[in-house]
């Protein structure tokens, strides 16, 4: 079934189709920062946004939706609102990623000036460059 002002199904937004292809942000606590950790290494798969926030995303495009038939101009504004508070969130999300990407094979390069080995090892870049892989490709799928 498919609703009529929006075209999509009748289903609720879920967070899988919020966070589907990004990588996760720094957890804050709680139960929802469970959940939005990283698998072990950081790997891809979790979760962009903790429980909590992809909730409040969708209930406020929801509330939008809801407001369409007493207000469609109203409602559409909204909707956009909550699309650009999403995109900011998201690039911040994929920058804060990319940081702690680029932080775990630059902290021991001397090239970089900071302190430790005299190199990256080979492992450590062959895991670097994976993660970049699989979040290049997580974004490619959006």
């Known amino acids: 079934m498919t609703d009529a002002t929006t075209g999509m199904g009748a289903g609720k937004v879920t967070d899988h189709d919020l966070a589907k292809s990004a990588p996760p942000v720094a957890p804050t606590g709680g139960s929802e920062a469970r959940a939005a950790a990283p698998a072990k290494g950081g790997r891809a798969g979790a979760r962009l946004f903790p429980h909590d926030e992809s909730d409040k ?25 909550v699309l650009e508070e999403l995109a900011a969130r998201f690039t911040e999300a994929v920058t804060q990623r990319r940081r702690t990407l680029r932080g775990a094979w630059q902290a021991n390069d001397p090239a970089e000036g900071k302190a430790g080995a005299s190199s990256t090892d080979t492992e450590q870049l062959r895991l670097a460059l994976r993660d970049y892989r699989e979040l290049a490709e997580r974004l490619l799928r959006i």
């Open 57 to 81: 995303f969708e209930l406020k495009l929801q509330h939008a939706v809801s407001g369409f038939v007493d207000a469609p101009r109203g409602a559409v504004e909204e909707a956009d609102r």
